[in-house]
């Protein structure tokens, strides 16, 4: 029997999904790929300038790659008119760099530790049983990765 989170209990949910699916072949083979975790020394240059998964990279499984993006954006947005008159130089745009890291930072300590217990069964069943038991401390923690 399948269990909780398979293609065929998920497809359970959805008959309408499944009636149309019912006679493709199956692919039983897993793909994938990654961690495709990507650092950079800094995300400035003179009149240049990285936003998003190109600013720094660690993997997807936390799903804050379009949040990321758009703090990133958002620091440049309002620093750009001021660094644009400046000569958009790389001493004017400094205070994005200093944003976008501190982002960077948030983001890659959740994930690099979400990736970590992923890569320890035991642990995770653990840590995700003592959360379950303790949903306050899970809300907290989830807030504090939100900061």
């Known amino acids: 029997m399948p269990g909780p989170g398979s293609i ?3 497809l359970r949910r959805f008959p309408a999904l499944a009636s149309r699916l019912a006679d493709a072949p199956a692919n039983s083979r897993a793909r994938g790929a990654g961690p495709f975790a990507q650092g950079v020394r800094s995300r400035i240059a003179d009149r240049f300038v990285l936003v998003g998964d190109s600013a720094g990279y660690v993997d997807a499984i936390t799903g804050e790659g ?3 993006a758009l703090a990133g ?3 440049l947005g309002a620093i750009l008119p ?3 008159e400046r ?3 790389r001493a004017s745009l400094l205070p994005y760099e200093r944003a976008a890291a ?5 983001y890659s300590v959740v994930c690099r530790s979400v990736l970590g217990l992923a890569r320890r069964p035991r642990l995770r069943r653990r ?5 379950g038991s303790h949903p306050g401390l899970f809300e ?3 807030a504090l990765a939100l900061a």
């Open 82 to 84: 001021g660094a644009l």
């Open 87 to 89: 000569g958009a130089t």
């Open 8 to 10: 065929e209990s998920s």
């Open 102 to 106: 501190r982002e960077f930072r948030r």
């Open 127 to 131: 840590v995700v049983r003592f959360l």
């Open 140 to 142: 907290r923690l989830i």
């Open 66 to 68: 379009i949040s990321l």
């Open 73 to 75: 954006a958002q620091a």
